[in-house]
């Protein structure tokens, strides 16, 4: 392949950023280990990829949809809402594949409908899922009056807790979804139209791109992953809970733009977005163990949401500048 | 005569890093000349632009203003010794009035309170002056951009400007409100105004300009009177060759009917009617919001059709799926590159290739090295300049960028008809040939090309027919020969 160095000036940049990000991670560690003794234990280290497993699973979804230049923060509110049906349909039938299928079709819906709200509607995708989220959370406790549903099938618990080779299930299904999506992202025909349609979709709409099919789709699939993070999520909890996922949305895009990708749409990448939600995931880790009150945790969060998008939008300056500069030698 | 210079700049040099901008340029200014900067994109006219009015700083040579050193280090400055640059892109602020935009630097003020009155009664004398017919509480952004101009030429004229720089003024007028800056331009120069005047439009320059600056990657060329030259020899001046035929349009024989259009009705298009038959180049002639974008747009579904149908190879066109469109063989390259045609944060070989993925696709991976290929025949033969096909394509000059985007539809196996909208909008006169050349090149092949254009000689050079627009309806057709720019126009208007 060909390289010129100016010509590679994006993903220079975001090369660069992702150097960055590893060495704060590498940071990050290095400081709760010296803080902590229980940090650097094979234990802790499982628990930590156990956790960041279930925001990976979701962030994917959500990497798909900021390239797109759109979002969803209903996720949270799905987390109960998949949570409830797949326990009630696993409660009813003792099947674990049923209960699955029940919980991808609770994503497939929630996709369609804020899917349909946006391409079809024309309503702003933030402005729509926020009405999205507030109806599924609602669903969720007006179906249980608000209380939670404990799971009767135990081996269900197996899907959260289990290990497969010593290492934890969610944690081999969030890798194997990295990996092709990183494959489809990068080498298909579908990954390229994403980036496209991010990156301006009035071009890719008359360059003969199928723009709001590409959108709904995604927005499916989204749905689809969120879905699959609250199944598993579920049988951690043991629980179908009306009020399990809340903030999650948060959590998933704050890490997500933390790792490079752009609020604006077209420019990011999977393997940027996994070192932010590792970011995350270890800085919430590491609060626990230091035993901080989890009040804090949300004062961090916060506090991460505003360093990223204020990343992203210095990016975006920096992008501009470069552009300018060279248009007007 | 000889005596003075109103403004002279010699033996310039500039540097950028990696670049020598300006090696050596010579320019003067006399009072009351219209003198004309032409150069291809590059060549350094925005350099010596921005040395003059204080943006840049010159590396090595002189700056004179009426004989004395110009001391100009800042644009400030430049402002002060009555320098007024009139951008491209204008620089009024829209949510304010048009005196406020005229006077906000030198508000008529007694002890800080202005004098809203005087202001107002200036505004409007400098108004007549250009024949703005406003009210001058106006806020500029509600005016159309030709009125927006006018304001900026009296912005100019009120900082009491001794010399005038305009770059590429016309390029977003129609033709009525070129004549008016025509006019105007002639009032400057009989005030004893100098004026500085970029254009890529030849024709124009030749008839307004006294003289002629030619400019070509940073050296000097010549200056000559502008009554000495030819259109052909400012040409080869700017490409430093002799461009033999600027149109080599050759019609061929035309084919079966490709592109039917029936009775096509939108918000902004009325009962529009017409075929292209393989091999011909249909030319849509008319002003600027005559319709002929929103035209193209309803053929390939962008926009919404009310009624009418589009048929391509005897199958009706979806009114609501460019995807289906450009599957069914129609490609459109946009008038606006910049926001509807090029990914910027994209690189040439990804914006290549968007519309085409489908034959590069084995299996479900997109073979690379078969795209690599491809994109690269279409680099060398469109002779696209670039390092690497990696490169963004943001950092292409506009020939380049218009050119990847043919080549985008071009690389298509399927393609049968291509819609080019202003297909040199911005474009330089070397890359300019180059497209007419390849248009022409593609209707040998039996592609029937749409060309929406409001260059009349483009129009009248290239097109085997010529379809003429105003509000939305056809109101003429002409076969190539038929037409003339007056023709045309009086279509038009």
Not at chain 2, 401 to 416: D, T
Request: glycine share 10%.
């Amino acid at each position: 392949m060909e390289k010129t160095s100016k010509g590679h000036f994006f993903k220079s940049i975001t090369r660069f950023e992702q150097a960055a990000l590893v060495i704060a991670l590498l940071a990050i560690c290095i400081v709760f280990s010296i803080l902590s003794s229980s940090f650097m234990t094979v234990l802790n280290i499982t628990n930590v990829l156990r956790q960041v497993s279930l925001m990976v699973i979701a962030g994917i979804g959500m990497v798909l949809l900021l390239l797109l230049g759109e979002i969803d923060i209903s996720v949270g509110s799905l987390q109960a809402a998949v949570g409830i049906a797949s326990v009630t349909v696993l409660n009813a039938t003792g099947s674990i594949i049923l209960a699955l299928l029940a919980a991808l079709a609770t994503g497939v819906v929630s996709g369609l409908l804020n899917g349909i709200i946006v391409t079809k509607g024309g309503v702003n995708s933030f402005i729509a899922t926020l009405g999205t989220m507030a109806i599924i959370r609602g669903i969720g406790m007006v179906v249980t009056k608000a209380v939670s549903i404990p799971v009767r099938v135990p081996e269900f618990a197996e899907i959260g807790a289990g290990q497969l080779f010593g290492i934890p299930v969610p944690v081999i299904i969030s890798a194997a979804l990295v990996i092709f999506f990183y494959f489809v992202l990068n080498h298909t025909i579908f990954g390229r139209q994403i980036y496209a349609i991010g990156g301006n979709s009035e071009a890719a709409k008359l360059a003969g791109l199928p723009v709001q099919k590409i959108k709904l789709q995604v927005f499916v699939l989204a749905g689809v992953l969120f879905a699959l993070s609250a199944f598993i999520l579920a049988s951690r909890l043991d629980a179908g809970q009306p009020i399990a996922g809340q903030g999650f949305e948060m959590q998933v895009i704050a890490a997500v733009i933390l790792g490079g990708v752009s609020m604006s749409g077209g420019n990011g990448t999977l393997s940027g977005a996994l070192l932010g939600m590792l970011i995350l995931g270890v800085i919430q880790n590491g609060l626990v163990l230091l035993n901080v009150s989890s009040f804090y945790h949300d004062i961090v969060r916060g506090a991460v949401i505003i360093l990223a998008v204020y990343l992203d939008e210095r990016r975006k300056k920096n992008a501009a500048k470069q552009l300018l500069r060279s248009s007007n030698k | 005569m000889e005596g003075e210079f109103l403004l002279e700049v010699k033996g310039v040099h500039k540097h950028f890093p990696g670049v020598h901008a300006l090696n050596g340029v010579n320019f003067q200014l006399r009072r009351g000349e219209v003198h004309a900067l032409v150069g291809e994109n590059g060549a350094g006219k925005s350099t010596l632009i921005k040395i003059i009015s204080g943006v840049h700083n010159i590396d090595n040579g002189e700056y004179l203003i009426e004989g004395k050193p110009a001391n100009i280090r800042t644009p400030h400055e430049a402002i002060e010794k009555g320098i007024s640059v009139i951008y491209q892109e204008l620089t009024l602020i829209p949510h304010m009035s048009i005196a406020e935009n005229i006077f906000f630097s030198h508000l008529p003020n007694t002890r800080g309170k202005v004098n809203w009155k005087e202001v107002y009664e200036k505004t409007r004398e400098l108004m007549s002056y250009v024949g703005l017919d406003e009210n001058p509480r106006t806020k500029v952004g509600y005016l159309p951009v030709a009125k927006q101009q006018l304001v900026e030429i009296i912005k100019a004229l009120s900082a009491n400007a001794k010399i005038i720089i305009m770059d590429e003024p016309t390029s977003a007028l129609s033709n009525n409100e070129i004549e008016n800056l025509c006019r105007i331009i002639k009032e400057l120069k009989s005030k004893g105004i100098g004026i500085i005047y970029i254009s890529h439009k030849l024709d124009e320059i030749l008839e307004l300009s006294d003289r002629i600056t030619v400019l070509r990657d940073g050296q000097y060329i010549d200056t000559v009177e502008t009554a000495d030259v030819t259109q052909d020899k400012l040409v080869s001046m700017m490409v430093g060759r002799e461009l033999k035929d600027m149109y080599p349009r050759q019609a061929c024989e035309p084919g079966e009917v490709v592109l039917e259009v029936k009775g096509l009705t939108t918000e902004k298009v009325y009962d529009v009617s017409f075929n292209v038959r393989a091999g011909e180049i249909v030319g849509f002639s008319g002003l600027m919001g005559a319709g002929r974008t929103e035209l193209a747009r309803a053929i390939i579904g962008a926009d919404k059709r009310i009624s009418g149908q589009v048929i391509v190879n005897g199958k009706a066109v979806p009114a609501d799926a460019t995807d289906k469109a450009l599957e069914m063989g129609i490609g459109y390259v946009p008038e606006d590159r910049k926001n509807h045609g090029i990914f910027a944060q994209c690189c040439i070989r990804k914006n290549m290739t968007i519309s085409a993925l489908k034959q590069f696709k084995n299996t479900v991976k997109i073979n690379r090295s078969n795209e690599t290929l491809s994109v690269n025949k279409m680099v060398e033969d469109l002779h696209i300049k670039t390092p690497s096909i990696e490169q963004l394509i943001s950092k292409l000059s506009g020939g380049n960028q218009q050119k990847v985007i043919l080549a985008r539809f071009l690389m298509m196996n399927g393609i049968k008809v291509l819609i080019i909208d202003e297909p040199t909008r911005g474009i330089d006169v070397g890359a300019k040939a180059e497209i007419y050349n390849i248009l022409d090149q593609l209707t040998h092949q039996g592609l029937a090309v749409v060309m929406i254009s409001s260059e009349m000689p483009e129009i009248l050079s290239m097109c085997d027919r010529i379809y003429v627009m105003k509000k939305g309806r056809v109101t003429a057709e002409f076969k190539r020969g038929e037409a003339t720019q007056e023709k045309l126009l009086s279509k038009a208007i």
